[in-house]
């Protein structure tokens, strides 16, 4: 069984109902908790289940996210970063405006790529290490990764043979136009 646990958000998963039932009432006796029934949505990740897979994608997220960083009609890029792109450390004074900013997109950033995204994870993490002092180069380099994320608003995680009982699989699929 795995048990997920995020501040007050929990998820059992097994194939075993019963065995899940048991261990989320005792959840239940011992703390004030609730049962929502089957899992439709985790931590911002929406969960659809099937008779034969499971699939998770981070799309209504990810449409905020481009929303607040007023990105929704902005261009696609086919990678999270320039080819050869080396980023340097900014030698200037810090700007407190240009961190609170730079330091909000990465935030978002960050939790797109622990929860759907880990094509974007090195990436990411190399440009949240100059969240201290970032330059406009540094801003417009992960604004540079929101605008490969926009092409890939429509993928999402499919998880097969957990429901019959096969060994796990995990791929990934970008839901095509007109379906």
């Known amino acids: 069984m795995i048990a997920l646990v995020y501040i007050n958000d929990g998820l059992f998963l097994r194939a075993d109902k019963a065995l899940v039932d048991s261990k989320k009432h005792a959840c239940l006796e011992h703390w004030e908790c609730h049962d929502t029934g089957d899992v439709t949505d985790f931590l911002g990740i929406k969960v659809n ?6 699939t998770i994608d981070q799309k209504a ?9 007023d990105m929704h009609n902005a261009k696609i890029t086919p990678t999270p970063i320039p080819s050869g792109y080396i980023p340097q450390e900014n030698k ?7 961190c609170q900013k730079f330091q909000s997109v990465i935030r978002s950033l960050l939790y797109l790529m622990l929860g759907m995204h880990p ?22 380099k992960a604004m540079y990764i929101m605008h490969y994320l926009i092409g890939t608003q429509d993928y999402h995680v499919v998880y097969d043979g957990m429901l019959r009982g096969s060994s796990i699989s995990m791929r990934v699929y970008r839901i095509s136009e007109g379906r």
């Open 61 to 69: 997220y990810l449409k905020m996210v481009l929303e607040r960083f």
């Open 92 to 98: 200037g004074a810090v700007d407190p405006v240009w």
């Open 119 to 140: 094509d974007i994870a090195f990436t990411v993490i190399k440009m949240s290490q100059f969240s201290a002092n970032p330059s406009q180069d540094h801003l417009d």
């Open 49 to 54: 289940k099937t008779a034969s897979y499971i």
